[in-house]
């Protein structure tokens, strides 16, 4: 048992040698990531990659169940009136209502009489119960039509616009005051039509009670930091508007052909009619995700289509099952970042450890775009197909994880094998390649402040003999115990490196002959006390050091070499005047 857990052990060990690149550096990316989207930078580049899948998506047909009487710039020519009169409004309602719509929905606001018709219209509103006025209950409320209000037939009109000034939200109802539920236009004409086809909306049970059932479709409220979002205001019960578009998806009527009766009868019966202005001079008209800013005139759309759109929406996912857009939980958006970051640096990886040495840097340079440009096609492709599926993945801060793992991994590389070369492979601690090159940078340093550099030089006593005695296997193992405790007695601004053989050196900036001395003493005392067996020593049961310390304020009369001189001076005087001591310069 205990082979088979060392067995593990060291595979595991080899496995975290062999990726350590990767499970070091992609963690590290996902963090970041995850930290630069709480900030919010990411959060517009998500809505433009969610906006350009609506735009890429296959157009759908007509729907069959909504039409839309349109109040267009012709009509406004035509009657050459705005606000259109309680009349024209009367006349319009009254046409429809001879074709047996299954409801109609005004989404225009008659909060005030407008002659002529004031008693037309107001027999209207009291004859048709299929009828559905508006209010506006946010920025600045518009009141409904006092009769459909006492009737209970009023809706809301509000819509729910993002900072970039775009709709992706539908809002279902607002909780008022009272505590009474208000629905909006699209919501609450779907729910009646879907009445006659004897389905309500009910509660599912789950651990807020916001969930519902509607037919075939579960609906759960949109959360502030759902999806693409970051502390959205989600007041009210908002979900994702998955648009059927906005342009030749409904069947539409010109006011004026309706107000002529030239139209056909059967895009009004058993359907719901939304009445409202498509004009472009009546302000009604909205940024979706259909507009693109990158044209000069980008596309806008009327309040009435996006209503329209909501109810289209909860019909065909109530009665067919069409997927409402939903949005994965939080934890599963970190683990996806972190998947891609993974995938993006174990490509890189994968790149770097086989690379020739001869490998041409320009070959280098496009297989690593290419690595960059694969796995992103992949993550756009995959977001894509579970968009079509009504599933919003985020695409930016995953595509902008893979991207820095990609481009991390040999950065990382090239800083290990730096690093890898600066260091002992034995003891860990810094080679002399790395000890000549940053002692070089300090003593110019401490010439021109003018401070003092100090060093300590080490010897581990009587070594040749601990090896003969013990085999060089062990010895090995003494020095890296040794390396340690010297680690152990400097102080952290202290540089120790292994000078050769079984020599250690110390780098001390800003130390005085005192200071050094002291560091000196202490390294002697840490490896005694690590007790060490060495039976082979002249001078005692145990391992122990010589150290030479020397001090001096570095001047262009003398060079670091006349430094090192004098530390091994000190030194040899420690190893004559008995060993496991330390002695200063001079």
């Known amino acids: 048992m205990r082979r088979l857990f060392v067995n593990i052990g060291s595979k595991i ?25 709480h900030v919010g930078i990411f959060q517009i580049l998500e809505w433009a990659a969610y906006d350009n899948f609506f735009r890429l998506r296959p157009p759908e047909t007509i729907s069959p169940r909504i039409t839309i009487v349109t109040i267009d710039e012709a009509d406004l020519t035509e009657l050459n009136q705005w606000p ?88 279902l ?84 052909d309706l107000l002529r009766n030239q139209f056909a009868p059967h895009l009004i019966r058993d359907r719901i009619v939304f009445i409202g202005s498509t004009a472009e ?25 996006i209503h329209a759109n909501i109810s289209s929406q909860i019909l065909a996912a109530a009665l ?103 260091i002992d492979s034995l003891t860990t601690l810094h080679n002399r390649r790395y000890f000549d090159s940053h002692f070089a940078k300090l003593w110019e340093q401490h010439k021109e402040k003018k401070s003092p550099l100090s060093i300590i030089l080490c010897d581990v006593d009587y070594f040749k003999l601990y090896n003969d005695h013990y085999g060089h296997p062990t010895g090995d193992k003494c020095l890296q115990k040794v390396s340690k405790g010297i680690l152990q007695a400097v102080r952290k601004t202290d540089l120790a490196a292994r000078f050769g053989g079984e020599e250690f050196i110390v780098v001390l900036p800003n130390s005085n002959p005192a200071a050094t001395m002291q560091v000196a003493q202490r390294i002697c005392e840490q490896i005694r006390s690590l007790k060490l067996e060495h039976t082979a020593s002249q001078i005692g049961d145990y391992v122990t050091v010589s150290c030479g310390s020397a001090s001096m304020v570095p001047d262009k009369s003398f060079s670091r070499k006349t430094l090192l001189e004098k530390a091994d001076q000190a030194l040899y005087r420690a190893k004559m005047e008995g060993r496991n001591r330390s002695y200063p310069t001079p």
């Open 13 to 37: 060990q080899q496995f975290y040698q062999d990726w350590q690149a990767v499970l070091i550096t992609c963690p590290t990316v996902t963090l970041i990531t995850l930290t630069i989207n």
């Open 84 to 171: 259109l009169s309680d009349q024209t409004i009367a006349q319009a309602i009254n046409i429809i209502k001879a074709e047996n719509p299954r409801i109609i929905a005004l989404d225009i606001y008659r909060d005030l009489v407008v002659e002529p018709g004031r008693d037309e219209i107001e027999a209207v509103f009291q004859t048709t119960p299929n009828l559905i006025g508006v209010e506006k209950v946010s920025g600045r409320p518009v009141a409904p039509p006092p009769i459909l209000a006492e009737k209970g037939q009023v809706a809301l009109a509000d819509i729910v616009v993002d900072p970039d000034s775009k709709v992706r939200r539908a809002l």
């Open 173 to 256: 109802s607002v909780r008022r005051k009272e505590g009474d539920i208000q629905l909006s236009l699209g919501t609450k004409a779907a729910l009646q039509y879907l009445e006659k086809e004897g389905i309500e909306l009910t509660s599912v049970p789950d651990t807020n009670g916001s969930t519902l059932k509607l037919g075939k479709a579960i609906i759960k409220p949109l959360r502030k930091n759902d999806g693409g979002y970051l502390r959205a205001d989600d007041g009210g019960y908002q979900i994702l508007l998955n648009y059927r578009g906005v342009k030749n998806v409904f069947s539409k009527i010109p006011l004026q």
């Open 281 to 305: 001079s009546l302000n009604d008209q909205f940024f979706t995700p259909y507009s693109s800013f990158f044209n000069p005139y980008p596309l806008r759309t009327g309040g009435v289509i």
């Open 320 to 422: 067919e099952g069409r997927p409402l857009i939903k949005v994965m939980p939080e934890t599963l958006e970190w683990l996806w970042i972190l998947t891609w970051s993974l995938i993006g640096g174990m490509v890189s990886w994968h790149l770097v450890i086989n690379r020739d040495s001869k490998f041409n840097i320009f070959v280098f340079l496009a297989f690593l775009l290419l690595s960059l440009v694969m796995p992103s096609l992949i993550l756009m492709g995959v977001s894509y197909y579970a968009f079509l599926n009504g599933l919003w993945v985020i695409l930016i801060a995953p595509g902008f994880a893979l991207g820095v793992s990609v481009l991390a991994i040999p950065s990382y590389q090239n800083f290990a094998l730096q690093k890898l070369a600066s």
